[in-house]
């Protein structure tokens, strides 16, 4: 069935976050030498972007690479020096991960911040090294492909974090035992509700709604039908809230999508991105499936607002991850974060 484009209301307001790579290099100019660099930077950029009033401060994971691999300690003391802004990941790679110890890390992290992690996991994404999942322990049961035995990690991991009780105590414990079968500590109510799937199809995303999962869409996903980037977007949204609703989940789901923006607003932004953003969607093979990668923005506020009317995914989104280079340093990375939130965001009825 054809469908036209539809119109979403501009004044929809938008939670807005940051999401970081955690990128560093020792080579020059990078402003984040070190993996202490990057870590410590993170935490503070989580802190400034809070005092600005941002809603989010988000980490990706990648293992067997210069940046963030651990997330929970950096989660954790994020937590601690804040007291408002959502924590969070998009994604950690569930193909690396024991389930159990994971929900342990998550629990203890979500409550040291007081229930504000917001969990992005996912099938993960093409890796430095070759299967590096193997090194970590793990290997697809037989007849599994490694997405078949990341989406079952996932599974236990929802199961066990929703505190219910399933070890057989021992009958002479070190430490009294509560009654019954024991589950995994510490727990934090809640959580469940904050764990997020970063769907690339958009069967996936409609198998996260099935699950009671929030919805991350980043800047790709499998070529579906030839569309523009940010329109596939937009359809794979409805088609998570239609999945959604068809499954009657008591609870509103939530969608976010990344993007890359950077207002012109001084030399320096002229300096970094006066060239302007990839202004064009691109094409590749990921593990030999034909995807679409998103295009970035960059431009003077006016020129920014105009643009961002017509990005059908960010219309449908509810949260909107600005993705940032954390290489140029907290202070430049909280000027951008400060334009958008103060010269863009207002005027597309996000603010």
């Known amino acids: 069935m054809a469908t036209g484009r539809r119109h979403i209301p501009e004044d929809i307001m938008k939670k807005i976050g940051f999401l970081s790579f955690g990128h560093w290099s020792p080579e020059a100019p990078s402003g984040t030498r070190t993996a202490q660099d990057v870590l410590l930077q993170s935490i503070d950029l989580a802190v400034a972007a809070e005092e600005l009033g941002a809603d989010g401060a988000y980490f990706r994971v990648h293992h067997f690479a210069r940046q963030l691999g651990s997330p929970f300690p950096l989660l954790a003391a994020v ?41 992005g996991i996912s099938r993960g994404s093409p890796e430095q090294v070759i299967d590096g999942w193997r090194y970590f322990g793990y290997q697809p049961a037989e007849g599994e492909s490694d997405a078949d035995m990341a989406r079952r990690h996932a599974e236990v991991f929802l199961d066990v974090i929703q505190g219910h009780g399933f ?11 509560p009654p019954g079968l024991l589950r995994l500590e510490p727990h934090s109510p809640g959580l469940r509700d904050r764990i997020w799937w970063g769907a690339g199809s958009n069967a996936t995303a409609r198998w996260a709604a099935t699950l009671g999962m929030n919805l991350q869409s980043s800047t790709l996903k499998d070529d579906e039908n030839g569309k523009p980037f940010h329109v596939q977007q937009a359809e794979q949204i409805r088609a998570y809230r239609e999945a959604w609703a068809e499954v009657g989940h008591e609870r509103a789901p939530r969608s976010s999508v990344s993007r890359s923006i950077f207002p012109i607003m001084d030399d320096r932004d002229r300096m970094y991105f006066g060239g302007g953003g990839k202004e064009s969607d691109q094409i590749g093979m990921i593990d030999q499936t034909r995807s679409i990668f998103g295009r970035g923005y960059a431009g003077e506020p006016d020129r920014l607002i ?27 990375n909280a000027h951008v974060i400060e334009a958008i939130l103060q010269h863009v965001a207002p005027a597309l009825g996000w603010r």
């Open 79 to 119: 937590g601690a020096r804040t007291k408002t802004i959502e924590i969070g990941t998009a994604v950690i790679d569930m193909r690396y991960e024991n389930p159990l110890y994971m929900a342990e890390d998550a629990g203890a992290a979500d409550l040291i911040s007081q229930g504000r992690l917001q969990l």
């Open 306 to 332: 105009e643009e961002l009317r017509g990005d059908e995914g960010i219309a449908e989104a509810d949260t909107l991850l600005l993705t940032v280079p954390n290489q140029l340093g907290v202070d430049y």
């Open 167 to 177: 070890a057989q105590p021992n009958p002479r414990p070190m430490f009294p035992n």
